[in-house]
C-alpha cells in the first residue's frame, strides 16, 4: 500500500484579482504553508505542532531573464508522528502571475497538474464527485483570489512533496524592477532558501535586497528586517541574490514583523533591481521570429501637467476614511511641481469645484445651493451657465490654500459619481481652453470613492458609458480611480478607469492608508509623453497593445510580436512631449534572448483578458477562445482556465498538444491579412442545414440576397473599390438606394468611395472595443466581417464631415491581439 492514502480529484481555479496589500488584522495572508499551528512538542530544540506535518524543506528558486521570472516554490514535508495528517500546500501568488506547473510526490510517485478550460474542469470535478471520489474545490475570497491550496492526506512516518512554478513579467516602477516572494511556512524550517538568479541583455544597476516586508501594511523600511542576503555579482549582466535565514533568524525576524515565533518566518521578501538604458528608443530583443521592445527613456523632461483630484465627502466617508483622505491630500498635495497646476472636486450629493482664494464662492453642480439638496435633471445642463474658478498654479501659497480648504472639508449627503467626473473633465476643458501661461499641461484625474452611485445616475453601465462619450470629445484625460472600503464596485471602477486610459487601485483601510495613495500618486507624479505609438514594419505580426496614451516616468512601455522570415526593421516611437512632437528610434536590435516567445504569450493572453472585460457582447466568445487557446498552449493558469490534479495515467496528456496544434491551424487562416485587409481564407467553406449557412469560427452568416439590386453609376459600380466592398458586406448593395446613399436613421449619406479623409474623430462603440475613430467603411476592412448586416452596422455607425457614412474603428495594431 502507498504512504500516502490518495483517492481525489482537486481542481485548482484562480480568479486573477487586486492584492494591494493585506489587512491589518490579518497575520496569515501570504502563505506558502502546510497549515496552521496549535498543540506543540519539543524535538530538537524546535516546537513542532503534533497535528500537521513538519517541513524539513522549503526552496524558491526564481530565474529571471529578460524580466521575466519563473519561479519554483519546493516544499517537502514529513508525517515524524504515528497517526495520519493532513498536509496543506497554500501559496499566494503575485496578481500578475500565472501559474505554469504543479507536481506532487507522493509515496515515490509524481501526480502532474494539467491545465483545462475552467468549464470543462469543473465538469470533471463534479463527476468526480458523482462517482464517489473525496474531491476538492477550492474556493477563494475576494482578497485571496491569487491563492493556490491543495491538501493530501499522510500516512504515519511518511514523506510528500510539492512542486508549483509560476511565472511573471516583472513590472518597472519608481525606475526600478521589483520582484516579491511571499513566505509563510506556518513553523520554522531548518532548511529554507531563496535563490534569485538574474540575466539580463543589459548591465545590472542599483541591485539591492531591502527590508522584508509584512505584506499587511506600508511603512518606513525597518533597518532590522535587513533580509541579510547574499547579493553575487557574476558579470554586468547576471547576479544572484541567496537568502538562507537559520532557525534563529527565521524567529527573530518573525518576532520583528508581529508574528508568532514558533510560526516561523511570515512576510515578504524583495529583489529590486534596474538595467542600463537607451536613453531614446529602448531595446528590441529577439529570438526565434519573436520579439519584445522595452522602452523607458531617460533624457525626457517632464511633461507639465494639470491634475484634478475628485474627492468624495459623502455620508459613508466618516470616520477614519475622510481623515485618511485628509492626510493623503497633504501629503500628495506637497509633492506637486512648481510648473503643474491643479483643481479640486468636493462631491457628494452635489460636485463643487473649491474656490482657493473665496472658498464660500464655491458652487455646488448641478443643484446650487448645498450640498444637501437633491433633485433628478437631465443630464443635458448646460455647464454654460456655472462659474468654475481656473486651475491653481501649483505654488506654494496656492498649494497652503488647499490644505487648509481639505482639512476642513466635512462628510455629508449621497454619491453622484456621474456629477463629480464630469465636472472634473469640464475643468480639463476649461483648462485646456485658457492655458495658464501659454503652457499645455497633460490632464489627469484623480478619482477617489468609498462607495456605489447613490444619486441620481446609479447604473454603472451608464456611468462608464457618459464619462467615456464626454471624454472623447476632449483632449482626452487618463482617470484614474483609487477605492476605499469593501462595498466598492471594483469592477465598475476597474472599467471606467481601463477605458479612459488609466488604472485602478483599492486603497486599503489600514493606518497606512494615507502610505498607499502617496505611493501611488508618486507612480503618475511624471508624466514624460502622451499619445505614443509604437510603428512597425510590414513583416510584424500579431503584435500586442502599440498605442499608449501617457507613459510615466520611472515605468516602461513593452510591446512584443512575431517577426517575418526577414530581419525585424527598427521600429519608431512616435508621441507628444514637453518640447512638442518626438520621434525615437532604438539603436540596435539584440540577439539571442531567452523566453521572448512566453513573455509575447504571457503579454497577449493578459491584453485579450483586458480586453474581454470591456467588449461587446459579441466579440466576448472570440475573445475569451483566443485567450483560453494561448493559456492551454503554454500551460498558463488564467481567469478562463483551471489546474486539474488527478491520479497518475488516467488523463490523456495529449488534450494541450492538440489544442496547440489546431490553434497553429487557426493562426494562419482566420479571414485576415496580417495588415487588417480581408483576404477569403483558402479552406473557407460553409457547412448547410437546412437550407441555411451555419456560422463557424470563420465563416460569418450573412442575410440571403434579392434578385434585384438598385445600385447605380452613383456609387461607381465598377470601381474596384466598390467591388471590394461590396464583396466583404453583401447587405450593402441592396441597402443604397438610386443615387448611391445610404439611409441610416439619422439620414442618407454617401461611402465616400474616392474621399481620403484624416480627421482623427474619436467614437465610441467599435464592433470589438468601446474606444476607436470614425473612419469611411472602405478605410476601415479589419472589421468588415463582423458588420453582418444594416443593422449590425448602425450600431457602430459614425459620420464624418456630416455627409460621410463610417464605422467606429478600432486600432487595426491592436486589433491584431485577436488574429493571433
Not at 450629493?349 to 473665496?358: H, Q, R
Not at 447605380?712 to 467591388?723: F, I, L, M, Q
Request: hydrophobic share 35%; with cysteine.
Amino acid at each position: 500500500m502507498d504512504s500516502v492514502k490518495l483517492k481525489f480529484v482537486v481542481i485548482i481555479a484562480l480568479c486573477f484579482g487586486v492584492i494591494f496589500a493585506a489587512p491589518a488584522d490579518s497575520k496569515h495572508s501570504l502563505i506558502v504553508s502546510s497549515t496552521e499551528s496549535s498543540n506543540r512538542e519539543t524535538n530538537n530544540s524546535l516546537k513542532i505542532n503534533s497535528d500537521v506535518p513538519r517541513i524539513y524543506q522549503m526552496h524558491v528558486k526564481s530565474n529571471i531573464s529578460n524580466r521575466f521570472a519563473r519561479t519554483t516554490i519546493t516544499s517537502k514535508v514529513r508525517n515524524i508522528v504515528t497517526k495520519s495528517l493532513e498536509a496543506v500546500f497554500s501559496i499566494v501568488l503575485p496578481e500578475t502571475a500565472f501559474i505554469s506547473g504543479f507536481i506532487m510526490e507522493i509515496g515515490g510517485k509524481n501526480y502532474t497538474a494539467y491545465v483545462k478550460e475552467k468549464e470543462e474542469a469543473k465538469k470533471e470535478y463534479e463527476q468526480a464527485v458523482a462517482s464517489g471520489l473525496g474531491a476538492a474545490h477550492v474556493a477563494v475570497s475576494v482578497r485571496d483570489s491569487n491563492r493556490f491550496t491543495i491538501s493530501v492526506n499522510m500516512e504515519p512516518q511518511s514523506k510528500a512533496a510539492f512542486y508549483l512554478t509560476y511565472e511573471e513579467l516583472l513590472k518597472r516602477g519608481n525606475g526600478y524592477y521589483e520582484q516579491v516572494i511571499n513566505l509563510h511556512p506556518g513553523q520554522p524550517v531548518k532548511d529554507l532558501r531563496v535563490e534569485v538568479l538574474i540575466a539580463e541583455s543589459r548591465k545590472i544597476v542599483d541591485l539591492k535586497a531591502p527590508p522584508l516586508r509584512s505584506g499587511n501594511e506600508i511603512g518606513n523600511e525597518n533597518a532590522d528586517l535587513d533580509p541579510r542576503a547574499d547579493l553575487k555579482i557574476i558579470d554586468d549582466k547576471t547576479a544572484i541574490v541567496r537568502f538562507n535565514p537559520n532557525l534563529e533568524r527565521q524567529k527573530q525576524l518573525a518576532h520583528l514583523l508581529g508574528t508568532n515565533e514558533d510560526d516561523g518566518l511570515a512576510g515578504q521578501f524583495v529583489v529590486q533591481y534596474d538595467v542600463e538604458r537607451d536613453p531614446n528608443g529602448g531595446e528590441v530583443l529577439i529570438q526565434d521570429g519573436y520579439f519584445v521592445h522595452f522602452f523607458a527613456p531617460t533624457e525626457l523632461a517632464p511633461l507639465p501637467k494639470h491634475i484634478v483630484f475628485v474627492l468624495d465627502t459623502s455620508s459613508s466617508m466618516e470616520g477614519e476614511k475622510i481623515k485618511q483622505l485628509k492626510e493623503a491630500m497633504d501629503n500628495i498635495l506637497g509633492q506637486l511641481h512648481t510648473n503643474d497646476s491643479f483643481s479640486l472636486v468636493e462631491f457628494n450629493t452635489n460636485a463643487k469645484v473649491l474656490d482657493l482664494n473665496n472658498p464660500n464662492a464655491s458652487v455646488w453642480y448641478p443643484h446650487e445651493s448645498n450640498a444637501y439638496n437633491y433633485e433628478e435633471h437631465s443630464d443635458e445642463i448646460n455647464f454654460e451657465k456655472y462659474t468654475f474658478p481656473n486651475a491653481y498654479l501649483a505654488d506654494s501659497g496656492n498649494i497652503k490654500k488647499a490644505k487648509d480648504i481639505v482639512s476642513k472639508l466635512i462628510v455629508r449627503g449621497g454619491t453622484d459619481i456621474h456629477s463629480a467626473l464630469k465636472v472634473g473633465l469640464r475643468l480639463v476643458e476649461l483648462a485646456n481652453s485658457r492655458k495658464i501661461d501659454n503652457i499645455n499641461r497633460q490632464p489627469i484625474i484623480v478619482f477617489l470613492t468609498d462607495g456605489d452611485p447613490t444619486v441620481r445616475i446609479t447604473s454603472t453601465e451608464d456611468i462608464t458609458y457618459k464619462i467615456t462619450t464626454f471624454n472623447v470629445g476632449l483632449r482626452r484625460s487618463p482617470i484614474f480611480a483609487l477605492s476605499f472600503g469593501e462595498l466598492v464596485d471594483k469592477e465598475f471602477l476597474k472599467k471606467l478607469a481601463f477605458l479612459n486610459a488609466g488604472f485602478t487601485k483599492h486603497i486599503y483601510e489600514a493606518a497606512d492608508a494615507a502610505l498607499q495613495l502617496r505611493g501611488f500618486y508618486e507612480q503618475i507624479s511624471s508624466p514624460l509623453l502622451a499619445n505614443v505609438t509604437f510603428k512597425y514594419g510590414p513583416s510584424v505580426t500579431s503584435l500586442t497593445k502599440t498605442n499608449f496614451p501617457i507613459h510615466f516616468g520611472g515605468s516602461e512601455l513593452i510591446v512584443s510580436g512575431k517577426y517575418g522570415t526577414n530581419n525585424l526593421s527598427l521600429p519608431i516611437i512616435k508621441g507628444w512631449g514637453a518640447a512638442g512632437d518626438v520621434h525615437l528610434q532604438p539603436l540596435v536590435i539584440e540577439r539571442p534572448a531567452s523566453n521572448i516567445e512566453r513573455l509575447w504569450a504571457y503579454l497577449t493572453i493578459k491584453q485579450l483578458l483586458e480586453l474581454k472585460e470591456v467588449a461587446d457582447t459579441n466579440m466576448e466568445k472570440k475573445i475569451k477562445k483566443k485567450a483560453l487557446d494561448l493559456a492551454l498552449r503554454y500551460s498558463f493558469v488564467t481567469s478562463v482556465s483551471s489546474l486539474v490534479v488527478v491520479k497518475p495515467n488516467s488523463t490523456d496528456a495529449v488534450e494541450t498538444e492538440k489544442a496547440s496544434s489546431q490553434d497553429e491551424e487557426e493562426d494562419y487562416d482566420d479571414g485576415f491579412d496580417r495588415f487588417g485587409g480581408y483576404q477569403p481564407p483558402a479552406n473557407h467553406k460553409q457547412q448547410v442545414q437546412g437550407g441555411e449557412p451555419t456560422p463557424t469560427l470563420h465563416t460569418t452568416l450573412r442575410p440571403k440576397l434579392p434578385s434585384t439590386t438598385t445600385v447605380t453609376s452613383a456609387v461607381a459600380e465598377g470601381s474596384s473599390k466598390y467591388k471590394l466592398l461590396v464583396t466583404a458586406l453583401p447587405w450593402l448593395k441592396n441597402v443604397l438606394n438610386m443615387n448611391g446613399i445610404l439611409n441610416l436613421p439619422s439620414g442618407g449619406y454617401k461611402l465616400g468611395l474616392n474621399e481620403t479623409i484624416t480627421d482623427n474623430v474619436d467614437c465610441l462603440k467599435s464592433p470589438i472595443f468601446l474606444i476607436g475613430h470614425c473612419s469611411l467603411l472602405h478605410n476601415c476592412p479589419h472589421v468588415h466581417s463582423l458588420l453582418t448586416s444594416l443593422n449590425v452596422y448602425n450600431r457602430h455607425a459614425c459620420i464624418l464631415r456630416n455627409e460621410y457614412a463610417g464605422v467606429c474603428c478600432p486600432d487595426k495594431l491592436f486589433y491584431s491581439l485577436l488574429q493571433l
